[in-house]
């Protein structure tokens, strides 16, 4: 008598095995290299260093991909299909760290929160896994969309130019700093009778920057959303599915035959290179800063737990509360793996989930053969540095897309909670998203509050999703039926 084997656990033939777990690749691609993209040039580090966290990001992100997929221990792995990437969730508070510590320090102080949000999220998964409840479509609707809301500023700075340094809106005319310089040097020469110059004196920038807005730009950012919606809509099958790496490739051709993009970091980078733990020396550990990651472990956490209910109702598969211990505890793993590899946090690509459902494949070694594809291309620095000598302008119009799909997704999930009979859901999302617009529209909100609980406040993805659960607490209550968030978790198919 032969035993069945179920289909999360069917072994495929190794070229489709390849072909498939490729396909999960290039879907998850473009959302895996955006983070340390971002957070690399928050923290002002070099192109090599930002090439550098691409490749550990795409190292890692194979590494615990492998982890969740094939299992390791009784402790670790849901053993589902799923791939593994850094969070979007985490991208606000590790950017207000960069910006307060740029450069390696900066690095050291969001390595060492990681570290210690891992290491809390592996002791508090079993506890997270019962939490669910507090964590309804109304909340985590609102979570996504505020998550969405707050990137599309990213977005649209690669567009434009940044608010602040060479791309800014305005400069300081160079005239005038020419004069201030000239007077400074006066009022510093031995026997001047001038008083000294205060300390940080700066002139007001009133000048308009050519540099910023420039038409170019904008012009192949557009470029690039135009390709990505034109092969999403007439695309079919896996073409449509890498609709957005597609439209960056288009993108950073015309970008290079403009002469915009430089191969030189591509030409002197290695083909091969091993990726070495605490590359920016050792991580400091600030408690502030580790309790915030933590509460973002949290959501990411219980997004997480929807995902893998989600994923085993598509797949079949039981997951008991073992099984979701399991998925999380590897949640935190791979977050203590990624800082300890000068990475980010990781959760379950939700894309990925979608991809599962659209294909049909549940075999949980598609996404093994992924993870080792992800291992092999960490290990080309050569690739890293052609993604990160991209101009921004080229991830612009693919930042619209990938940071909007993640509000869209939001509000796909608010779409199914109930309006029409129940007022205070209206409310919770009204208030929570409020909230979590303060540090956007006004980031200096916090300038009489004590500096220690700053980096608790700045990021308006923690505020909103404080104030969700403790308003859906107070007017709904805890509930026990955890299906409204299983269908939530099945409807968002982007991070």
């Known amino acids: 008598m032969t035993t069945s084997v179920h289909p999360v656990d069917q072994h495929l033939p190794a070229g489709k095995v390849a072909a498939l777990g490729l396909q999960h690749v290039l879907v998850m691609y473009a959302g895996a290299i955006a983070v340390p993209l971002i957070v690399g040039r928050a923290l002002k580090l070099s192109p090599e260093d930002v090439a550098y966290l691409i490749s550990a990001d795409l ?17 670790f792995g849901i053993k589902l299909p799923v791939m593994m990437g850094v969070t979007f969730a985490s991208v606000a508070p590790m950017v207000a760290m960069a910006n307060a510590n740029p450069g390696p320090l900066g690095a050291q102080l969001i390595f060492g929160s990681i570290i210690g949000a891992g290491v809390i999220s592996i002791a508090i998964a079993p506890v997270v896994s019962r939490m669910l409840r507090f964590f309804p479509p109304v909340v985590t609707g609102t979570i996504i969309a505020v998550i969405g809301i707050s990137l599309m500023r990213i977005g649209i700075n690669w567009i434009f130019g940044n608010p602040v340094g060479p791309t800014a809106p305005v400069i300081v005319d160079p ?27 700066a002139l007001a920038p009133k000048l308009p920057n050519p540099k910023y807005a420039d038409l170019s730009g904008v012009g192949i950012s557009a470029l690039v959303l135009v390709s990505i919606m034109m092969i999403a809509r007439f695309g079919k099958g896996f073409i449509a599915n ?5 439209g960056i490739v288009i993108g950073g051709t015309v970008a290079t035959a403009l002469g915009l993009m430089n191969f030189s970091k591509v030409e002197k980078a290695a083909w091969f290179d091993v990726v070495l733990p605490f590359h920016f020396g050792a991580p400091q550990f600030d408690p502030i800063l580790i309790l915030t990651m933590s509460l973002v472990m949290v959501v990411v956490m219980i997004e997480s737990t929807g995902m893998f209910l989600a994923l085993g109702e598509m797949t079949d598969r039981e997951i008991d509360q073992a099984a979701l211990a ?14 300890v590899f000068n990475t980010f946090p990781y959760t379950s690509f939700s894309q990925n989930v979608g991809l599962v459902a659209v294909t049909g494949v549940k075999s949980r070694f598609v996404c093994v053969a992924g993870g080792l594809i992800l291992i092999a291309l ?8 052609l993604v990160e000598s991209l101009p921004t302008v080229v991830l612009g119009g693919a930042g619209l897309v990938m940071f909007g799909m993640v509000a869209a997704t939001g509000i796909r999930i608010l779409a199914g909670v109930d ?7 209206a409310m919770i999302v009204a208030i929570s998203i ?11 909100f916090k300038q009489w509050m004590p500096h220690g609980i700053h980096p608790l406040i700045e990021s308006g993805i923690l505020l909103a999703s404080l104030c969700a659960v403790s308003l859906n607490l107070f007017f709904n209550g805890a509930q026990t ?3 409204a968030a299983v269908r939530a978790a099945a409807q968002a198919d982007a991070h």
Do not use: E, Y
Not at 242 to 246: E, F, K, Q
Not at 329 to 335: A, F, V
Not at 419 to 425: A, G, V, Y
């Open 59 to 75: 190292f890692c992100c194979g590494l615990v991909t492998l982890i969740q997929a094939l299992g390791a221990t009784q402790w």
């Open 175 to 201: 005239d005038h700093a020419k004069w201030l310089a000239d007077v400074s040097q006066v009022v510093g020469a031995p026997g001047s009778a001038l008083p000294p110059v205060p300390k940080d004196l």
């Open 242 to 246: 890498i609709s957005v790496l597609l």
């Open 326 to 339: 399991r998925g999380l505890r590897t949640d935190g793993l791979g977050t203590l793996i990624g800082g």
């Open 378 to 385: 960490g290990l080309l620095p050569k690739m890293a540095a």
């Open 419 to 425: 309006f029409k009979t129940n007022r205070f859901n």
């Open 434 to 444: 409020g909230v979590g617009m303060v540090p956007l529209v006004a980031p200096n």
């Open 481 to 483: 039926d955890t299906s």
